[in-house]
């Protein structure tokens, strides 16, 4: 517990440290907010990026109060953090399933749903409350029905009826879009979305009513909300960026700038080692700062020009341009990660930054997973909302 604010330039931090920028975060809920034109409630963040309570506070404190999830630690922590409802967009199956349902059991005033994408795994929800969404395939091939094929969509959809389970919707992550530039990603994500509508429309067609429809992580959110069919569903279509609350190099190099997104999570290292003549080290590995999107890992916010090469377990070697002051031995560095997602896994503690202060240590609540043979069988606690 802190006793008041303290200076992050003279805090004797041990790095390489999480840094949170609180008044950068509420710009980019703000910013979110407002390409929903101020309706909170079409927003289902997936918080395998956020992992902090202390944001999904943030996120329920401005209304929303639907997420998504991939862990079960994930949805016990949106729980606690006052979610009110949460899908669980990852294949369940077996022991996953298994404690999905249990969770949804113990804890029936929160909202439970799940992914199916096969008739085979509808044995294990039955006798279930949970609700389940179709995840249709957009063309990833990663999991999901093929979104063209809608006579399968129709006959699973059929399935999970029959089993008496809760039909609550449909599932379309479009984000093997994320590498073209933004005018062809608009392009082919529209194409995209007039087949998902069709597969809507035909399972409405056949009287199977499609309650709500999931769409877009960060490189595609823009695309969904210019998106004049999916307008047309109202509320009924919700997005679900999670990049966008923190950012990094990758999303803010997707996303148009005039959108107003700013980088809110960085990673404080320090130079400790000067190895050879325009080379420093600083103490943030790949065990640090994911190296899952690449080189470099990262960008030095102090100063882009400088380059970090590749990675090792603690160490990451940058060159220093002969243009630039070579960063003394002891200097702090902050670094933007590449991929900001699972760098934030890596961490057990937030500093929370304001006006420069540190001004409270958070825990990474979600990060990991719950125990492999027994969870946590704790009920949720749910915090207020300051």
């Given at each position: 517990?802190?006793?008041?604010?303290?200076?992050?330039?003279?805090?004797?931090?041990?790095?390489?440290?999480?840094?949170?920028?609180?008044?950068?975060?509420?710009?980019?809920?703000?910013?979110?907010?407002?390409?929903?034109?101020?309706?909170?409630?079409?927003?289902?963040p997936h918080?395998?990026?956020?992992?902090?309570?202390?944001t999904?506070?943030?996120?329920?404190?401005?209304?929303?109060?639907?997420?998504?999830?991939a862990t079960?630690?994930?949805?016990?922590?949106?729980?606690?953090?006052?979610?009110?409802?949460?899908l669980?967009?990852?294949?369940?199956?077996?022991?996953?399933?298994?404690?999905?349902?249990?969770?949804?059991?113990?804890?029936?005033?929160?909202?439970?749903?799940?992914?199916?994408?096969?008739?085979q795994a509808?044995?294990?929800?039955?006798d279930?409350?949970?609700?389940?969404?179709?995840?249709?395939?957009?063309?990833?091939?990663?999991t999901?029905?093929?979104v063209?094929?809608t006579?399968?969509?129709?006959?699973?959809?059929?399935?999970?009826?029959?089993?008496?389970?809760?039909?609550?919707?449909v599932?379309?992550?479009?984000?093997?879009?994320g590498?073209?530039?933004?005018?062809?990603?608009?392009?082919?994500?529209?194409?995209?979305?007039?087949?998902?509508?069709?597969?809507?429309?035909?399972?409405?067609?056949?009287?199977?009513?499609?309650?709500?429809?999931?769409?877009?992580?960060?490189?595609?959110?823009?695309?969904?909300?210019?998106?004049?069919?999916?307008?047309?569903?109202?509320?009924?279509?919700?997005?679900?960026?999670?990049?966008?609350?923190?950012?990094?190099?990758?999303?803010?190099?997707?996303?148009?700038?005039?959108?107003?997104?700013?980088?809110?999570?960085?990673?404080?290292?320090?130079v400790v080692s000067?190895?050879?003549?325009?080379?420093?080290?600083?103490?943030?590995?790949?065990?640090?700062?994911?190296?899952?999107?690449g080189?470099?890992?990262c960008a030095?916010?102090?100063?882009?020009?400088?380059?970090?090469?590749?990675?090792?377990?603690?160490?990451?070697?940058?060159?220093v341009?002969?243009d630039?002051?070579?960063?003394?031995?002891?200097?702090?560095?902050?670094?933007?990660?590449?991929?900001?997602?699972?760098?934030?896994?890596?961490?057990?503690h937030?500093?929370?930054?304001?006006?420069?202060?540190?001004?409270?240590?958070?825990?990474?609540?979600?990060?990991?997973r719950?125990?492999?043979?027994?969870?946590?069988?704790?009920?949720?606690?749910?915090?207020?909302e300051?």
């Amino acid at each position: 517990m802190l006793r008041g604010p303290i200076p992050l330039e003279s805090a004797p931090i041990l790095t390489p440290a999480l840094v949170l920028d609180a008044a950068a975060l509420e710009a980019n809920l703000a910013a979110m907010l407002r390409l929903l034109d101020g309706e909170p409630d079409r927003w289902r963040p997936h918080v395998k990026t956020a992992k902090l309570s202390f944001t999904m506070r943030r996120l329920v404190a401005r209304g929303v109060r639907r997420f998504k999830c991939a862990t079960s630690l994930e949805l016990r922590v949106a729980a606690e953090a006052g979610a009110a409802e949460v899908l669980v967009a990852y294949p369940a199956v077996g022991a996953f399933q298994r404690r999905i349902r249990e969770f949804a059991e113990q804890h029936r005033e929160i909202g439970v749903c799940a992914l199916v994408d096969s008739p085979q795994a509808l044995g294990g929800w039955r006798d279930s409350r949970v609700g389940l969404f179709i995840d249709l395939d957009p063309g990833m091939r990663r999991t999901g029905v093929p979104v063209e094929e809608t006579e399968a969509i129709v006959e699973l959809a059929r399935c999970v009826l029959r089993e008496g389970l809760a039909l609550a919707g449909v599932h379309y992550y479009e984000g093997h879009l994320g590498h073209l530039p933004f005018a062809p990603r608009e392009r082919e994500a529209h194409r995209g979305y007039e087949r998902l509508l069709a597969a809507v429309a035909e399972l409405e067609s056949r009287g199977i009513p499609v309650g709500e429809v999931v769409t877009s992580g960060t490189p595609t959110v823009p695309c969904a909300l210019s998106h004049r069919g999916l307008r047309g569903l109202g509320r009924r279509h919700r997005v679900s960026p999670g990049t966008l609350v923190y950012n990094d190099v990758t999303s803010l190099g997707q996303l148009p700038a005039e959108l107003g997104f700013r980088p809110a999570v960085y990673v404080l290292s320090t130079v400790v080692s000067r190895p050879a003549a325009g080379w420093i080290t600083c103490d943030a590995g790949h065990k640090t700062i994911s190296a899952d999107a690449g080189i470099p890992t990262c960008a030095v916010l102090d100063d882009p020009a400088l380059e970090p090469a590749r990675p090792s377990e603690e160490h990451l070697p940058i060159r220093v341009p002969p243009d630039r002051p070579c960063p003394e031995l002891g200097a702090r560095l902050c670094l933007l990660p590449r991929h900001i997602c699972p760098t934030v896994n890596q961490f057990d503690h937030a500093l929370i930054v304001q006006e420069g202060c540190i001004v409270a240590v958070e825990s990474v609540d979600a990060r990991g997973r719950e125990a492999p043979l027994g969870a946590s069988r704790a009920a949720p606690k749910r915090r207020s909302e300051g």
